[in-house]
């Protein structure tokens, strides 16, 4: 069996280098300049809106959770904040990070800090891992937010649908930054301008987490870890299943995201909760266009790309029985096929299987 070397310090990131997947020339749908600049247009409203829901709902959820409290009816309401807090915070953490949310800077500032504390993500970090996300989407030894890797480990998917292992990795990170250490992959790809910054935001997320442990003992109450940290484990369990199915069962270090995204319809709720981020073939490939305009964008690429799935349910049908596979052939991935309008699959000069 052939295992992928997912290390961005090992040898897999050379190779991957000198195989040249790592590079700009990326496929694009061809699309009309006026319409890619009307799609690009950022306006403050529908971020704004989105924003003033979930604050609202997530101290609806808070307060009537708390009030209720030791009644069981607290439970739905406290998995409700869990979803908001531990997987909305995700997207937002996401688009706001892409700058795309919103028009005005300082809002996306003010909420992409605020979803990377909920998150455990270090801010400045993680723009960094992000954008090589971006450059290096699923290329081994290069993209440092590989969600499934291969061959698949069945138990360590069941421990991040809860976040045990993020949440252990971020507040590792978070201990290592506020003793005023980076890791090593870290220094692959973060600007070291960025390492007092790093230090300094895990002292003081520190403190808060000290306070909110404090807090609780002092209380002798649950309630302060409910709304502060727990929310991280308990409420991610949507982030991770929609996570899943961005890249899950795709090909690896291909130029094409045609081939290694996957664009899946969902429910009004999810797509809320998501930010649209189910047109996950549209984001990789125009980046700069924002959440909210997606499903235009969807609709002037449908002629290029692989059709949709239908309903999570029906990504997952397709999406099981390939990481099933790829316990055993980590070589295996699903090749999705192109309407008869679409331009051939740039496959890119593909590497050899990363062995360790």
Same mark, same amino acid.
């Given at each position: ?53 979930? !604050?609202?709902? =997530? $101290?609806?959820?808070?307060? /009537? &959770? ?6 069981? @009816?607290?439970?739905? *309401? ?125 002292? !003081?997320?520190? =403190? $808060?987490?000290?306070?909110? /442990? &404090? ?6 109450? @649950?309630?302060?870890? *409910? ?130």
């Amino acid at each position: 069996m052939t295992f992928r070397d997912y290390n961005l310090t090992g040898p897999a990131n050379a190779r991957a280098i000198a195989s040249g997947l790592v590079t700009e020339s990326w496929y694009r749908t061809p699309i009309d300049r006026k319409v890619m600049k009307a799609l690009m247009k950022r306006s403050d409203h529908p971020a704004t809106r989105d924003t003033i829901i979930l !604050v609202v709902l =997530m $101290i609806a959820f808070a307060v /009537g &959770a708390i009030v209720v409290m030791p009644s069981w @009816w607290a439970l739905p *309401l406290w998995l409700a904040y869990g979803v908001l807090y531990g997987s909305a915070m995700d997207s937002r953490w996401h688009e706001c990070g892409h700058g795309t949310a919103f028009k005005t800077r300082w809002k996306n500032t003010v909420v992409y800090h605020i979803a990377c504390f909920c998150m455990i993500r270090d801010p400045y970090c993680w723009k960094y891992s992000h954008v090589r996300h971006h450059s290096d989407t699923i290329i081994v030894g290069r993209d440092p937010e590989v969600a499934i890797m291969r061959p698949v480990v069945v138990v360590k998917m069941i421990l991040n649908l809860f976040g045990v292992l993020d949440t252990i990795d971020g507040v590792k990170r978070m201990v290592i930054h506020a003793t005023g250490r980076m890791l090593d992959d870290e220094q692959d790809y973060v600007d070291p301008v960025f390492f007092p910054k790093t230090y300094r935001t895990a002292r !003081v997320w520190m =403190m $808060i987490y000290i306070v909110t /442990g &404090a807090a609780a003992i002092t209380l002798q109450s @649950w309630v302060p870890l *409910l709304l502060i940290g727990l929310p991280r484990l308990y409420g991610c369990w949507h982030m991770v299943l929609v996570g899943w199915l961005q890249h899950g069962g795709l090909a690896d270090n291909v130029l094409d995201h045609r081939l290694n995204c996957r664009t899946v319809y969902m429910n009004p709720i999810s797509r809320f909760i998501y930010w649209n981020m189910n047109y996950h073939v549209e984001h990789h490939m125009f980046p700069l266009v924002p959440y909210y305009r997606l499903p235009e964008l969807h609709e002037v690429c449908k002629f290029d790309f692989p059709a949709p799935n239908r309903s999570i349910l029906d990504g997952y049908r397709e999406m099981l029985p390939a990481l099933w596979a790829q316990r055993k052939d980590p070589d295996f991935h699903l090749r999705r096929g192109l309407p008869t309008t679409a331009h051939p699959y740039h496959n890119g000069p593909l590497a050899e299987p990363q062995l360790s």
